[in-house]
């Protein structure tokens, strides 16, 4: 009767937090499964912001200040990324008050956050590349 009890206690348990977003039902996992997302969208990003400021940085070097006065690659692409993290955020806010004080909300805006991170990974890597 024990076993019994264990094996239909175990079959009722939750499935871990990777199994749950594989095909996310509650609400309370859709929103999890996003921020999950953008962490890890997160994370590819400054992974990258790192290997792309390092190439400016090393353009910097290059550059002639006897003729060229103008901000250097670092100092431009700083102010860049600055002025994005602004914009991502504030964007995805707007994009969550569709269903402001809802729980959906959290989900939007971690949906936004990613898909916008994303983008900016591959821009920061298309910097580098361009060049």
């Given at each position: 009767m024990i076993g019994l009890v264990f094996l239909l206690a175990a079959g009722t348990a939750q499935a871990k937090p990777a199994d749950i977003c594989e095909q996310p039902i509650t609400q309370r996992d859709m929103t999890m499964c996003a921020a999950r997302d953008y962490e890890e969208a997160d994370a590819a990003l400054n992974a990258q912001w790192s290997q792309t400021a390092d190439v400016m940085r090393a353009r910097d070097r290059d550059l002639d200040r006897v003729y060229d006065d103008r901000p250097g690659y670092f100092e431009t692409l700083l102010a860049a990324q600055r002025a994005w993290l602004t914009y991502r955020d504030k964007h995805c806010a707007s994009a969550?008050?569709?269903y402001r004080g809802g729980s959906?909300?959290?989900m939007i805006v971690s949906g936004c956050k990613t898909r916008?991170?994303?983008q900016r990974t591959r821009e920061l890597a298309d910097l580098i590349e361009a060049l």
């Open positions: 969550g008050y569709r959906m909300e959290p916008l991170t994303e």
